[in-house]
């Protein structure tokens, strides 16, 4: 089996290249974005070829990505052939260079040729009369170039029945439904495979080329996605790398709780409203919490790992039952006095709610239910402390300390947040209010991230 490298910082245009390029050529995709990684890959895998980006943005700095390839490929005497994407130049090696947009075919050809692939390996590699692609795709699309299918079953045969006739408007409710019945995959007839696939990859490079000649990182031209500004994103401090890593966080855990029903409608409700103060208060809870996650004594490796499914989890969980941006902006028992009585009643008990039914779901990270009890500093979830105490999980005292924070950034615009005045004013406010010292470690950590 063929063994392809691809090393590109955005993900859609990562998943689209591996899609295709593991049907077309039965081949084993492997990716990344980190130089380091790539070059261990490079030494424990020994991929056939090399796909790769000239230049992005990692964590804010440009990175000459296919300049590092090459030149770690001259150091180890590699002779693995390279594919660049976008214009590139260097005095020696076996590589080939294709435009910032370019056509799939294009880069098919290219594969063909430094792998010397011979016609009749090419006819080994048929593809199916009918070619799977991610539901996920059709969200993107305002019409179809052809038409597209869905697969049926049954225990002697399969047959694809049209569901989008070429040229007609997608329904992005019809589409909803389908992926809400565990529908995974849309099918197209081999002969349009290229060219639907074209269609999606254009969009995807047309923002890298935006973005490149804007300054701006990709993150930013896509923010719209969730709703979350790159300005608020830099004024917590949180890395590009970090939002990649929490977007596949927040996306595993979604996965693992389908079948769930009442777990599942309740975080349902949550991620499809990605403009809703709840969601940008719960991403912003993840992101913030993943990027402090190794300067705390946390473990390292696997173990970290568990740590930060478990505070992916506790951020999109912990107020689960509260809807009402005036509710999740209630943060002492003198506030609850102000509500109504069943309101008040609900603010009071959320907590331990929310507790109680991550213990129902059988895959809840460890210890998630205990973090949920104590995320208002109590230990019966019931109610708000009045007095901030260590006695509690010191993860739960981060997670006080993070939800406090992202509650004040919130309270100001995304151009506010520009200003250093304003957040230098923030964190008055938090270590006015986190004294004890286990707390206010946080709060020095979370001002290095923002003011530096």
């Not at 261990?40 to 056939?48: G, K, M, N, T, Y």
């Not at 019945?181 to 696939?197: A, C, E, G, S």
């Not at 500004?229 to 830099?234: A, T």
């Not at 993860?395 to 406090?404: L, S, T």
Request: charge should be negative; hydrophobic fraction near 40%.
């Amino acid at each position: 089996m063929l063994k392809l490298l691809l090393i590109e910082s955005d993900e859609r245009v990562l998943s689209l290249l591996g899609n295709a390029l593991s049907t077309d050529f039965d081949a084993k995709i492997l990716s990344t974005f980190m130089a380091f990684d790539a070059k261990e890959l490079i030494a424990h895998e020994r991929p056939d070829l090399i796909i790769v980006r000239n230049q992005y943005k990692v964590d804010d700095e440009k990175v000459e990505m296919a300049n590092i390839i090459m030149n770690h490929l001259y150091d180890i005497h590699s002779k693995i052939p390279v594919v660049v994407l976008g214009d590139f130049e260097f005095p020696s090696g076996n590589f080939e260079v294709l435009p910032d947009r370019f056509r799939i075919e294009e880069l098919k050809r290219l594969i063909i040729k430094l792998l010397k692939i011979t016609p009749e390996q090419l006819r080994q590699l048929k593809l199916p009369d009918y070619v799977p692609l991610a539901i996920q795709n059709f969200y993107l699309m305002e019409s179809t170039s052809c038409d597209i299918y869905i697969k049926l079953e049954t225990k002697t045969q399969e047959k694809f029945i049209k569901r989008i006739n070429k040229g007609d408007t997608i329904d992005k409710a019809a589409v909803q439904k389908y992926e809400d019945n565990n529908v995974q995959n849309f099918y197209i007839k081999k002969d349009d495979h290229n060219q639907l696939l074209n269609q999606l990859l254009q969009q995807s490079l047309e923002k890298i080329v935006k973005s490149a000649k804007s300054g701006k990182g990709v993150h930013e031209i896509n923010s719209d996605t969730y709703s979350i500004s790159q300005n608020l994103i830099d004024a917590v401090g949180v890395t590009e790398h970090t939002v990649r890593l929490s977007n596949l966080a927040i996306a595993v855990m979604a996965k693992s709780i389908e079948g769930h029903s009442e777990v599942s409608s309740l975080i349902k409700d949550i991620l499809e409203n990605k403009g809703s103060y709840a969601y940008k208060r719960n991403y912003l809870i993840c992101a913030v919490c993943r990027e402090i996650a190794p300067l705390m004594e946390w473990g390292v490796g696997d173990q970290l790992n568990l740590q930060l499914e478990k505070l992916t989890f506790v951020s999109f969980f912990h107020d689960i039952y509260l809807r009402s941006e005036s509710h999740l902006k209630v943060f002492s028992n003198d506030e609850v006095k102000n509500l109504d009585l069943e309101a008040g009643d609900l603010v009071l008990n959320h907590a331990n709610m929310a507790s109680n039914l991550v213990q129902s779901f059988p895959k809840t990270p460890v210890g998630a239910d205990i973090l949920i009890k104590q995320h208002h500093g109590t230990t019966t979830g019931v109610g708000f402390v009045e007095n901030y105490s260590a006695s509690i999980s010191p993860m739960a005292i981060a997670f006080i300390v993070v939800e406090k924070y992202v509650s004040y950034i919130l309270n100001y615009s995304s151009n506010d947040l520009e200003d250093l005045i304003n957040r230098k004013a923030i964190f008055h406010s938090l270590y006015e209010e986190f004294k004890l010292p286990s707390y206010k470690k946080i709060v020095d950590i979370l001002n290095k991230l923002s003011i530096t």
